[in-house]
T-cell receptor, first 110, second 112 residues
Framework: GQQVMQIPQYQHVQEGEDFTTYCNSS?????IQWYKQRPGGHPVFLIQ?????EVKKQKRLTFQFGEAKKNSSLHITATQTTDVGTYFC??????????FGAGTTVTVRA | DAMVIQNPRYQVTQFGKPVTLSCSQT?????MYWYQQKSSQAPKLLFH???????NEADTPDNFQSRRPNTSFCFLDIRSPGLGDAAMYLC???????????FGPGTRLTVL
């Protein structure tokens, strides 16, 4: 079955620095979604990418979908303490199911 | 505000004692999902409903059952909880023809 791999598993960032988390699928995706889960919270939808090579920005967050629609990345610039949490990518496997990556847990040192 | 509600937020049960978790939504979404999430892991899909049609994941144990009496409510029944079933259980909804899922706050289940 489809597998979605996500790296790194943990990202410890100095406040103000940038970082990137990467997501790779074993199969071509129709779309990819990103969710953020704060500590003790539940996943919250951030964004969806559908088109090959698509790039979307949300303030300091930049999301990319690869040309082959098998990989994606999330880049955060000028990390803030509010960015703490686990970021999951989730690839759409079929009409109803999302395949979640293992997540990247981000901690920030002030 | 439209939302996904889960009750209780915390549930403690004894080994082998049946437990029911509930989820309700005011979003009027067709699809409702139940996920199991263990510490530092991704959510794992147990099953979902598309309207009244139930769809079980192949690797979901028979110990887990679900009911959806109407559009708004969905229940997760664990017939004989084992220690390995201790986890966060997340309910999520999705509208037809949309892709994003809306998660409830979860129920953290402890099995003693």
């Amino acid at each position: 079955g489809q597998q979605v791999m996500q790296i790194p598993q943990y990202q410890h960032v100095q406040e103000g620095e940038d970082f990137t988390t990467y997501c790779n699928s074993s199969t071509t995706l129709s779309n990819i979604q990103w969710y953020k889960q704060r500590p003790g919270g539940h996943p919250v939808f951030l964004i969806q990418l559908v088109k090959s090579g698509e790039v979307k920005k949300q303030k300091r967050l930049t999301f990319q979908f690869g040309e082959a629609k098998k990989n994606s990345s999330l880049h955060i610039t000028a990390t803030q303490t509010t960015d703490v949490g686990t970021y999951f990518c989730a690839g759409k496997a079929n009409d109803y199911k999302l395949s979640f990556g293992a997540g990247t847990t981000v901690t920030v040192r002030a | 505000d439209a939302m996904v509600i889960q009750n209780p937020r915390y549930q403690v049960t004894q080994f082998g004692k049946p437990v029911t978790l509930s989820c309700s939504q005011t979003l009027n979404h067709n699809v409702m999902y139940w996920y199991q999430q263990k510490s530092s892991q991704a959510p794992k899909l147990l099953f979902h409903y598309y309207d009244k049609d139930f769809n079980n994941e192949a690797d979901t144990p028979d110990n887990f059952q679900s009911r959806r009496p109407n559009t708004s409510f969905c229940f997760l029944d664990i017939r004989s909880p084992g220690l390995g079933d201790a986890a966060m259980y997340l309910c999520a909804t999705r509208a037809h023809a949309r892709n994003e899922q809306f998660f409830g706050p979860g129920t953290r289940l402890t099995v003693l």
